[in-house]
């Protein structure tokens, strides 16, 4: 680009976007990119600082902010997000539908170790709606050198897709609800309501809900019930005390499942117990899923319905930022709670 006067710039085209804070209240762009500047133009130029503009030179190596934006974008997004822009160099990414927010962490840095280039995300691996805002790229000066551009956009299709967002499936579920004192009725279940928000939110198919006593034999009954009506995860409440006899751990792995964890380094929720019976998840809900409106079971639950397997080498990085603060209005996931660690 070419820095020349305002006042000699009549009849030259803008190659950027000219914003201004006027007393008026006004704050945004006075002057669009590919404007063509006229005598009357040149007091409002003077009047928001503008005393030099700049004019495209074709012959330079160089790419325009808005086209470097726009290359990067479109080779890291995967289907399952959208983009809109550039405005003021900028580029927006939203959800296109609701899902699990992956990131490819790696290939996000190396992105914004290319010289000028900015891409900022949201924290990967949480739990978005349709249209959520989940990132913005740019590069920081009006111009990079195309090599830039050329490098950025390598990276970016090597990794593809860098972000995206998982869609989640309609998995097939069953709850069975344990403790003789809720299947003799001497005191009334909360647990079932619980359940049936947090699995209708992922669009699950409930096979149903059954009860049991604190039976080892009834608890796999039901268990193999659901599994032989093709049940993909399996919910129990119940029974998930310190104890060493505890019921609900002690049928997850009676059912010859491969325990992933029994306890995760996360409150509310350190009692959570996951395991895999072939293709079927088996999870032992915490119990303080039954006050807390958010615990371990809703950081976990995302990643199975969109598809991710839960590997025991991870569950030891949820520590940091894995206790949560209890805030009278909980905003989660705009948090620290379940934010594993990048690397």
Not at 50 to 71: L, Q, R, T
């Amino acid at each position: 680009m070419k820095k020349i006067r305002v006042e000699d710039a009549v009849g030259q085209t803008l190659c950027h976007d000219m914003t201004a804070i006027l007393e008026n209240g006004f704050k945004g762009v006075k002057f669009k990119r590919g404007h063509v500047i006229t005598e009357e133009d040149i007091p409002a130029l003077l009047d928001i600082g503008k005393s030099h503009i700049f004019v495209w030179e074709p012959e330079a190596d160089e790419v325009h902010e808005d086209d470097a934006a726009i290359a990067l974008t479109e080779a890291m997004c995967g289907h399952g997000v959208s983009f809109s822009g550039p405005s003021e160099g900028k580029m927006q990414i939203t959800a296109a539908h609701a899902g699990l927010f992956t990131v490819n962490s790696a290939a996000l840095v190396a992105i914004n170790s290319v010289p000028d280039y900015t891409v900022a995300t949201r924290p990967k691996l949480i739990r978005v709606a349709e249209g959520e805002k989940l990132a913005g790229a740019r590069i920081v000066p009006l111009v990079t050198k195309r090599e830039n551009v050329e490098r950025a956009v390598a990276i970016a299709k090597e990794n593809a897709p860098v972000l995206d967002v998982l869609p989640f499936r309609p998995l097939k579920c069953a709850v069975v609800i344990t403790g003789s004192e809720v299947y003799y009725g001497r005191i009334q279940d909360k647990f079932q309501p619980i359940m049936e928000k947090k699995l209708g939110g992922y669009g699950a198919e409930i096979l149903g809900f059954t009860k049991c006593p604190d039976d080892i034999n009834m608890m796999l009954d039901a268990v193999n019930g659901y599994l032989s009506q093709g049940a993909e995860l399996i919910l129990m409440t119940g029974g998930m005390s310190v104890d060493p006899d505890d019921l609900t751990p002690t049928a997850i792995r009676s059912t010859g499942a491969r325990l992933v964890t029994q306890g995760v380094p996360m409150q509310p929720g350190n009692m959570l117990t996951m395991a895999y019976l072939g293709n079927t998840m088996l999870i032992g809900v915490p119990g303080a899923s039954m006050h807390s409106p958010i615990t371990s079971l809703d950081v976990f639950l995302p990643r199975i319905f969109a598809g991710l397997e839960i590997k025991a080498e991870d569950i030891a990085g949820f520590g940091e930022g894995g206790f949560c603060m209890g805030c009278k209005e909980c905003r989660y996931p705009i948090c620290h709670f379940g934010i594993k660690e990048a690397f």
